[in-house]
């Protein structure tokens, strides 16, 4: 059969919301007193409102009642080379470590960490990789429109999965709390440890994606058919409200995100701008979608846009006081960074013997 061929447990589920399992096969019984989380952001531009809705704030919200294990994804930023200035990556990297942490990541409590930093990640994502099929990663959503219209594409941007399936199943993760554009790549994962399994006998637990009820998906304001992305946004100032954005131009991109000329702020009957707008409220303001609804109804977009405004300007002003505080001290971020490889590396290490006996190397 060619490698291709091989079907995925998960080939055949349709896509779906729902923070799932990507199969039904049982995951062996972990030993974790409390679920144990893993996620990442690549540094490759700024964070962006998405990036926290869909992932960081939900980090910071899930902290205490779980083992936790943040990661600055830097491997993965080099993907696609031609964009790599080296000076500027190592900068994003401590910039993104230094957000995780305004946002209200807690160093003592959570595992903060360069995923280059701990070197049993590109170990590991070798061994994944050689039992990876390429028609699973050839299927990968993110890979078919990351290369559309590309003429040069490297390799990393097709094997980035099994980088990714090292970095969760290194950790031991029960959850893997994310947006929706990472599902695919959590059940490919899942999917990949239960393969290794099958070839090499049982060394993973099997994790599985988180995703928000609200805010998993947050579209670009200028643009909402589309996803919000770091890329556009760096080319496109309408595109995205920024972390770092001051006030003013937070102001100037929910003003004049796209809507329509109607009047409509029922979230069920609304344009896809509109629901934008009120996902984004929601997601910040936390009561219901009536509540919201309610409050607006009948006056028109300009008052809602007004409510979105001040909610993210409020939500983003602390991260962005406790943010500029970080970076005044790069020493103590630089030793924070440390640290967290050291603990991570623990884990790390320990999973990476377990791997490397499965397949007979290592000394
Ligand atoms: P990245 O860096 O593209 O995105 C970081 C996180 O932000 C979420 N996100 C969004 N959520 C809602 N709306 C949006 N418009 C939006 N855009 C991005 C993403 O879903 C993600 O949770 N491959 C990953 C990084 C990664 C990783 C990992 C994640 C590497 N290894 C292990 C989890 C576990 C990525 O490129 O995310």
């Known amino acids: 059969m060619a490698s291709t061929d091989i079907a995925s447990p998960s080939a055949a589920a349709p896509a779906s919301d729902a923070p799932a399992p990507a199969t039904d096969a049982p995951a062996p019984a972990t030993t974790h007193a409390r679920p144990r989380v893993f996620s990442g952001m690549q540094p490759t531009a700024a964070l962006h409102l998405g990036n926290y809705l869909g992932a960081l704030k939900h980090w910071v919200a899930g902290q205490v009642e779980r083992d936790n294990v943040f990661c600055v994804v830097d491997l993965h930023a080099l993907t696609i080379p031609e964009a790599v200035d080296p000076a500027d990556l190592r900068a994003k990297s401590r910039a993104v470590a230094a957000l995780y942490l305004a946002a209200g990541i807690d160093p003592e409590a959570s595992v903060v960490f360069v995923q280059s930093h701990v070197p049993e990640h590109a170990e590991a994502s070798w061994l994944l990789g ?9 299927r990968m959503t993110q890979f078919k429109s990351k290369t559309h219209g590309r003429e040069s594409i490297g390799s990393g941007l097709l094997t980035y999965p099994a980088l990714m399936a090292a970095d969760i199943l290194l950790h031991d993760t029960d959850e893997v709390p994310v947006g929706e554009d990472q599902m695919q790549h959590v059940e490919l994962t899942r999917d990949l440890a239960i393969r290794f399994h099958h070839l090499f006998g049982e060394v993973f637990v099997l994790p599985r994606a988180v995703i928000p009820t609200a805010g998993a998906r947050v579209m670009g304001f200028d643009e909402p058919t589309a996803k919000m ?24 991109t929910i003003m004049s995100a796209v809507t329509d000329s109607a009047r409509e702020t029922r979230f069920e009957h609304a344009s896809p701008g509109v629901r934008n707008l009120l996902t984004v409220w929601q997601a910040l303001d936390g009561r219901p979608m009536a509540a919201l609804e309610a409050e607006v109804e009948g006056k028109g977009y300009g008052d809602l846009k007004k409510r979105v405004v001040e909610v993210v300007v409020a939500a983003l002003a602390p991260i962005q006081a406790r943010y500029a505080e970080l970076l005044n001290d790069p020493a103590e971020l630089d030793a924070l960074l440390a640290r967290g490889a050291e603990r991570a590396r623990e884990t790390a290490a320990n999973t990476l013997a377990r791997m490397r006996a499965a397949v007979g190397v290592g000394p």
């Open 229 to 252: 992305s770091k890329s556009t946004a760096s080319e496109r100032p309408g595109h995205a409200v920024l972390l770092l954005d001051p006030p003013d131009v937070v102001g100037k």
């Open 130 to 138: 050689c039992v990876t099929p390429l028609g699973w990663l050839q």
